[in-house]
């Protein structure tokens, strides 16, 4: 388990394709792979993989398969990248963003960004399959950096967080530009409360629940946000 708080950032500084996976050497800044061995798990830009080599001090291996490579921005990395890392959470750590697990649900598309004075502002397009779970005041991580949404369109399906500058000092988000992709995971509790509540109409309400949501679209409202309601921190 990770908490959403970017610890580096880490650099890559060897590529060397193998049948079926890629493996990624990063560099670490120094101090952080004290007490890391092989097997343990480093969240690298949010995508949880496991530690295969320790080939010298603050320098670690990982390898990724094609399946990953291909559903996440791992496969388009260079040497000289560089990637938000987070190490595991051990037990009693203090959990300062939220739970993650390390598993990508889906690629979101920088849309815009904003720069109010003393702010960095990222709006973000995702997929309709996750944008129901995605709710203004809640939480999602974004490149393994949990963020508070601030403002969400779900006809348009985007959302936006605002960035401190401490947040772009200790993450890779001010080298990001319109067009690139990024690695998003939804908050757990949400998705469950929004499917569960999604599921209890459908049994209950059967034919009549597309009549209700059409009535919610009416007002710019949609069946997810009752799971919303219920689920939000109050």
């Not at 990063?26 to 004290?34: E, I, K, N, Q, S």
């Not at 092989?38 to 390898?63: E, K, M, Q, W, Y």
């Not at 998705?191 to 209950?204: H, P, S």
Request: glycine letters at 10%; aromatic letters at 6%; charged letters at 20%.
């Amino acid at each position: 388990m990770f908490t959403g708080i970017v610890q580096a950032l880490a650099t890559v500084a060897e590529l060397t394709d193998l049948p079926g996976l890629r493996s990624f050497t990063l560099d670490f800044p120094p101090g952080f792979d004290a007490g890391l061995a092989i097997g343990a798990s480093v969240a690298c830009d949010g995508v949880c993989l496991t530690v295969t080599r320790l080939p010298a001090p603050n320098r670690a291996c990982f390898d990724v398969m094609q399946q990953s490579l291909g559903l996440t921005t791992l496969g388009g990395l260079a040497v000289g990248s560089r990637l938000n890392v987070e190490r595991a959470a051990k037990d009693g750590a203090e959990i300062g963003g939220h739970p993650l697990s390390g598993h990508v649900d889906c690629l979101g598309t920088l849309l815009d960004i904003r720069q109010p004075q003393n702010n960095h502002v990222l709006r973000i397009g995702v997929p309709a399959s996750h944008m129901r779970y995605v709710f203004a005041k809640g939480y999602i991580a974004v490149n393994g950096a949990s963020l508070t949404v601030a403002e969400a369109n779900r006809r348009e399906r985007w959302f936006e967080v605002w960035l401190i500058p401490e947040t772009l000092r200790m993450t890779t988000f001010g080298d990001k530009r319109p067009g690139d992709a990024l690695h998003i995971e939804i908050e757990r509790s949400t998705q469950v409360v929004v499917d569960t509540v999604r599921d209890a109409l459908d049994e209950r309400l059967g034919p009549l629940l597309p009549a209700l949501e059409q009535l919610l679209a009416q007002q710019g409202r949609s069946v997810d946000d009752l799971g919303a309601a219920i689920s939000l921190p109050r």
